[in-house]
């Protein structure tokens, strides 16, 4: 088992250092963190600059591992906000939508699961609960793309979004997609939030089959698009 989208203190909203979310994470059964900073706090060289503190970091903790990611942000036009040469040389890549969610949403994340270094689309729908409602994407369209280029729909297990919704995850899950139940934990006591997304994964029927990070990272790398 492992984590798939997390921040550190490289984000300005994440609260803890990457040596703290790792060792966390570990004490509680993971084997595996995909570091997913946002995007725009890693212009100018400190994404490179991130990569040498988790080769740091992974010296110290392993076996296990420090996945190297970014959360990337899905621009109004579709395009990702991150240059193709470094999203090559990552681990993983979560492509979200974080403003503009009245700007044809689904094409723009449509956009997204046809770049060749997406891995996963983050909160689907964008929704904060009881602040905002969900863009509204043609769920249906987004998930038969999915499908086809095996890109992931994640969970996202923090309690004011739990976004994909259940019904989305089950017709996810259904059509084929794997489904990563992710944290999205900006903060090492957040971690703890898988548990409200495996309730969520559960309320959509979804097997540990189809549940992506239930998988060591070998076999999710083989899985990529």
Known sequence: VGELHCHSDWSSDGKASIEEMARTARSNGYRFLALTDHSHYLREGRMEAQWREVDEVNARVKPFRVLKGVEANIRADGAIDVDDELLAELDWVVASLHHAFDKSPTERILAAIDHPHVDCI???TGRKLNRRAGAEVDIEQVVARA????????INSQPDRLDMRDVHARLAGEAGVLVPVTTDAHSTAALGYRELGVAQARRAWLTKEQVLNTRP????AKLRP
Not at 147 to 154: G, K, S
Not at 217 to 220: A, C, G, L, P
């Open 147 to 154: 499908v086809e280029t095996r890109t992931a729909l994640e």
């Open 122 to 124: 983050g909160h689907l």
């Open 217 to 220: 990272w070998r076999e999710i």
